[in-house]
């Protein structure tokens, strides 16, 4: 493996040097790109050397003050450019080549198909020129693109266009300006032939901004939502932030090739076509609500990353949990409030738990760094986002809109930290945050267990709260927020002093009283999921029912449902002979009965717990004991509560033949309950029953007019083994196999294959004209889908699953090592198994860590995975 090259922020230092303003010109040749930098440095500390960032550089030259530099100036070493006798202040000339054509890596400059194409986060600037690339060093940008007229008739930056032309050659150019001072990591650069669609903004103030997206030939109509979801990001951000745009122009350019899901590169957003290009006959009704929450969330970086930007990158979260945040209250805001919130929450319980629980767990603010692309996780971005909601629960709207003011006034065009925030947030709201800046210091995940008392003589309730776990090496307590509502014997929610209400935990121990309270009254708690933590309390499965039917909170509805699935589903896979008790199908049967629930809700309710989730819950995990008692209870209520779901299901499809139901808001939810529904009545052992149902699928693809259905009627068939799959599959493959985006679809289906041939069905899936080793989404459709959705396959006794992993992460580390690093994850954690599985994943992981070219990305994981 390769060296340690781990950074720590506690050895953090501001920089020796500062660049005021840098000119760039770009001479772009498929193979032969010429980078001329042209930067005003400052020094900011005496004595010290200049010593630039790069990678993958060829150096041609470099200049001080117009002046050659020769061999004995300067040297080249571990990445850096070194000049020993840099003067105070100078103009730096660094010319050099680079190959964008060999970029497999997608980092820095490099070819998304027909296009040029740049992500410079976090580190990518330093593989286009040498440069301080860190994002304390903020510059004001311009940049010349010049490049050949016919391959590259659109040449684009960050900022407003200054300056166009022709040139000798059959070759043009254009100028652009950036009037921010911004760090490398926001650098863009696009060139190539794109449809354009254009569109407008006017601004609170006045001011008209042109929109435009920049799209693959024959695909402009299919950005029109995004450009709508862009307008309304916009309108929102300015009524509920008061912030307003602040360039001439914004632009976005979807490209197939990319490693993330999009790019706040100022006013040149560069997006992941997934999160771009959709229409009802080829994107779903999860792709349009992605693509408004992405489109939302790299609007609101310009203000929330942009503007005021992390002064390293262990505070990335100060952006990306704030904008998080902001994009979740945008969905929110816009739609179903009570589906966003359990969706982000499943996030968290699944995905970020986990993560919580293996060798890659860190703060919020990670104390430690190898390669910065590993820690894009969803601790700093959805756990940081479930910080900033925390601060929005104990300050209120009207306060913590006061803090974000006071957190632009203070640090407009600033690079700066966490605490600076949480400080600006206390400033503004006049609210002490003092001890909740240890949420950004806590690792792994906090612990609270909770029980309740009552005194019949005084009718008084009390709820002990104690912090079991608070991920703190002194112990300290966290200031954590629990929402609780009251709810009577005969369903009644307490109002007055004991309404619904967020108790703060501030001590290890603390116990609330509530007076005049009914005996036998259930305390609901953690409603909202108001902290990212496990809650320990033993309840009843009477009170889960009674949750369920009298919450006035969809969240804690929803929630109860879960907790009593997941409770019945865990006590089973202990058990020789397995038993569903009555009142988990009374509490499905409410659900279905439930008409005037959103069907959204109805779907979330009554879906059993994700796999992940289930394995969050013991250790070691008991794979094979927990997925049959996941199938024996899906098998129970598809026996017992079989009328009610065939009434529920028909009632559903019935609403959604009405094409006003099917294309409104309420369509969406409806797909999704007739999904949970289909594949509650595939689940059943009637012979007669599942020729019909098999039918009801065929007829749903077929008829379908739109992807969701589409897919939907897919994924039942696959995941069932109905007779109907194979042609399905080979219509739906044979249709779409030259669009990758609705083939990712298609691979994910075949990722989660459930049958013991699964990887022949992978090896199969790979020779689709449309699979990529070198596009990244193709390659997570398929491998990732299988290592992280596909758990029967994936942990099979015999271990091939795990081999079948590593067998693409080593072909996956020469390509592209950060795809390969997000891949590795399902590995990482061998310590939570039974001793023969762990044994077969970790001597996976050892195969890799004895790779003689083990990339950066991966050395850090698999090492921390083999040290814990």
Request: net charge negative; charged share 25%; with cysteine.
């Amino acid at each position: 493996m390769s060296q340690d090259t781990t950074q720590y922020l506690k050895d953090y230092q501001t920089p020796d040097f500062t660049i005021d303003t840098i000119d760039l010109v770009f001479e772009l040749n498929e193979t032969a790109t010429v980078v001329t930098a042209t930067s005003q440095v400052k020094r900011l500390r005496d004595g010290a050397a200049l010593a630039l960032d790069g990678e993958d550089l060829e150096l041609l030259s470099v200049a001080i003050n117009q002046h050659a530099l020769e061999a004995g100036q300067f040297e080249i070493s571990a990445g850096k450019l070194i000049i020993p006798d840099a003067p105070e202040e100078f103009e730096l000339t660094v010319v050099t080549q680079i190959n964008p054509s060999e970029n497999t890596k997608l980092e820095g400059l490099y070819l998304a198909g027909d296009a040029f194409c740049t992500q410079c986060e976090a580190e990518g600037f330093r593989r286009i020129t040498y440069y301080l690339d860190r994002p304390d060093v903020m510059a004001i940008y311009t940049t010349k693109v010049i490049a050949d007229r016919d391959k590259y008739p659109y040449l684009l930056s960050n900022g407003n266009k200054v300056d166009s032309g022709e040139l000798d050659g059959n070759r043009h150019f254009a100028t652009w300006n950036d009037p921010h001072r911004k760090p490398a990591y926001l650098f863009a650069l696009v060139a190539g032939d794109f449809d354009l669609l254009e569109g407008e903004y006017v601004t609170k103030s006045g001011r008209k901004v042109a929109l435009e997206f920049f799209v693959d030939k024959g695909n402009k109509e299919k950005a029109v939502y995004a450009l709508g979801a862009l307008q309304r990001s916009m309108k929102w951000d300015e009524e509920r932030f008061g912030l307003e745009y602040d360039l001439d122009i914004y632009m976005v350019v979807a490209v197939d090739f990319f490693n993330m899901g999009a790019m706040e590169n100022k006013g040149l957003n560069v997006f992941n076509s997934k999160y771009v290009l959709a229409d009802r006959e080829s994107a779903t009704d999860k792709d349009f609500h992605g693509i408004e929450s992405v489109i939302g969330h790299e609007y609101f970086h310009n203000w929330t990353g942009n503007r005021i930007t992390c002064r390293d990158w262990f505070q990335l979260s100060l952006k990306e949990g704030l904008t998080v945040f902001r994009d979740q209250e945008f969905s929110s805001d816009l739609g179903s409030r009570a589906v966003n919130r359990i969706d982000a929450v499943k996030i968290i319980r699944s995905h970020q738990f986990a993560e919580d629980a293996s060798p890659m767990a860190h703060p919020i603010r990670p104390q430690a760094v190898m390669e910065m692309n590993n820690f894009y996780t969803v601790t700093v971005y959805n756990k940081g986002a479930e910080v900033i909601r925390m601060i929005h629960t104990l300050l209120g709207e009207e306060n913590f809109q006061a803090g974000m003011r006071e957190y632009v006034k203070q640090f407009d065009g600033m690079a700066v930290t966490c605490d600076e925030f949480v400080n600006a947030m206390a400033t503004g709201s006049g609210i002490d945050l003092t001890q909740f800046k240890y949420w950004y210091e806590q690792k792994g995940t906090p612990v609270v267990s909770a029980s309740q008392r009552y005194d019949a003589s005084s009718q008084t309730l009390s709820l002990d709260f104690k912090q079991v776990f608070t991920g703190l090496d002194d112990e300290h307590a966290l200031q954590i927020p629990v929402n609780v509502e009251l709810i009577t014997p005969d369903g009644q929610v307490l109002e007055g002093d004991n309404k619904a209400q967020t108790l703060c935990l501030t001590s290890k121990a603390q116990t609330f009283e509530f007076n005049d309270v009914p005996q036998g009254t259930v305390a609901v708690l953690l409603g909202d999921f108001s902290a990212p933590i496990k809650l320990e309390r033993e309840m009843a499965a009477e009170d889960l029912v009674h949750t369920l039917s009298y919450s006035q909170n969809d969240f804690s509805r929803w929630d109860s449902a879960q907790q009593l699935l997941t409770q019945i589903i865990l006590e089973n896979s202990k058990q020789q002979t397995m038993s569903l008790p009555a009142n988990v199908i009374d509490a499905v049967n409410i659900v279905l009965n439930d008409k005037t629930t959103d069907p959204a809700l109805v779907a979330l309710a009554v879906e059993l717990p994700a796999d992940m989730a289930l394995f969050e819950l013991e250790t070691p995990i008991d794979v094979d004991g927990l997925l049959a008692a996941k199938q024996f209870v899906k098998r129970e209520i598809a026996k017992q509560c079989g009328d009610a779901l065939l009434a529920r299901y028909q009632s559903t499809a019935q609403s959604l033949a009405e094409s006003s139901v099917a294309e409104s808001a309420q369509g969406s939810g409806l797909r999704a309950l007739k999904l949970v529904l289909t594949s509650y009545l595939c689940a059943g052992d009637d012979s007669a029953k599942l020729k019909v149902v098999n039918e009801y699928v065929e007829t749903q693809f077929n008829n379908a007019n739109e992807m969701t259905e589409s897919i939907n009627a897919l994924a039942v068939a696959c995941q069932h083994q109905l007779p109907c799959f194979d042609g399905l599959s080979n219509t739906f493959a044979e249709r779409w196999k030259y669009n990758g985006l609705v083939m990712d679809k298609w691979f994910m289906t075949i990722g989660q294959w459930p049958s013991d041939d699964a990887l022949e069905q992978l090896a199969l899936a790979k020779q689709q004209p449309s699979f990529s080793w070198h596009n990244p989404n193709r390659v997570r459709s398929l491998i990732g889908a299988f290592a992280q959705a596909n758990a029967k396959q994936f942990h099979r006794i015999d271990g091939s699953g795990y081999e079948y992993l590593t067998d693409q992460l080593i072909k996956l580390n020469d390509i592209n090592p950060q795809i390969a690093a997000r891949l590795i994850t399902p590995l990482l954690s061998w310590h939570k198994f039974d001793k023969t599985r762990a044994s077969l994943m970790k001597q996976q992981v050892e195969r890799l860590a004895n790779l003689p070219a083990l990339s950066k990305d991966l050395t850090e994981k698999v090492t921390l995975s083999l040290t814990q």
